[in-house]
């Protein structure tokens, strides 16, 4: 993402998970570690998706240090995908290491915004998460977790009002119950093609 990139290896219960560092400019006060997940590993999901970079620019330009990691079983990371199980579980391990204390932010796209909801749910009594973003949220596909109400006011929910790999209205159907409100970019697609900066700018407006 640029010169400053520190590539990790970091432990996950498969083996080494390979991760990117990526770290605020010089002279803007430390925020806090996010970390960042990225869409379903069988369908070419890995760190370097474009809605993931977005994500990790944000947190960036925001003061946070951005952690990017490919799932088991993507790039250079040992193992096989573990139908979100193991992933969690992975995600989970992560945090600990590159984040053991100090303020926490969870993100993920897609299939990774299903992985990051259930972090934030798991860890919760221990290590509330101070920012959750879930964009794309895989809510017809896989279990997203319902979020502790006080998770609710930290929490930024985006999704394209036309994306046609999950259906607006299965986020609405998670979203409703917890009275979770949802940010629907018009015209968005599940990819955000030519969308980009508005979804950037409305996470940099959250963490703000």
Not at 3 to 20: F, H, K, M, N, W
Not at 109 to 127: L, P
Not at 194 to 205: E, N, T
């Amino acid at each position: 993402m640029n010169a400053q990139t520190e590539r990790l290896r970091l432990a996950g219960g498969a083996g080494v998970i390979e991760a990117l560092r990526d770290t605020p400019p010089d002279g803007l006060p430390w925020r806090g570690t996010a970390v960042i997940a990225h869409p379903h590993p069988l369908f070419g999901g890995t760190m370097d998706n474009k809605v993931v970079q977005t994500l990790a620019r944000a947190f960036i330009q925001c003061g946070w240090t951005a952690i990017r990691f490919n799932f088991r079983g993507v790039g250079g990371s040992e193992g096989a995908h573990d139908g979100g199980a193991g992933e969690v579980e992975d995600m989970i391990s992560l945090v600990g290491q590159v984040a053991p204390a100090g303020p926490l932010g969870l993100a993920g796209f897609s299939f990774g915004s299903f992985v990051a909801s259930q972090v934030a749910a798991r860890m919760w009594a221990q290590r509330p998460v101070d920012q959750l973003v879930l964009v794309g949220t895989a809510a017809s596909r896989f279990s997203v977790a319902t979020l502790p109400p006080e998770a609710h006011e930290r929490t930024l929910v985006i999704h394209g009002e036309q994306d046609d790999t999950v259906p607006l209205s299965a986020v609405f159907d998670w979203a409703r119950p917890q009275s979770l409100p949802v940010t629907v970019v018009p015209g968005g697609g599940h990819f955000f093609h030519g969308q980009l900066p508005l979804l950037k700018s409305l996470v940099v407006r959250h963490l703000r």
